[in-house]
């Protein structure tokens, strides 16, 4: 089986998700805006619930470093 390059999986699943919705690329984007906003929502929350002590001083973070 031959490894693709992370590069060329991220593009492959970005046609793969645009071919879903039958070619349109805004069809596309919607349903991951809507996955992001709950994937923050989670965060915030997991974050609220969780002791620092339990994470280690590890705090989660809304933006990639």
Known sequence: MREQPIGEAV???GEEVIAYHGGDARAAVG???ED?????????LVEGAMSRGITRGWRAS???D
């Open 36 to 44: 992001f906003r709950h994937l923050r929502r989670q965060l915030a």
């Open 11 to 13: 593009v492959d699943q």
């Open 62 to 64: 809304y933006d990639r």
């Open 31 to 33: 349903p991951l805006l």
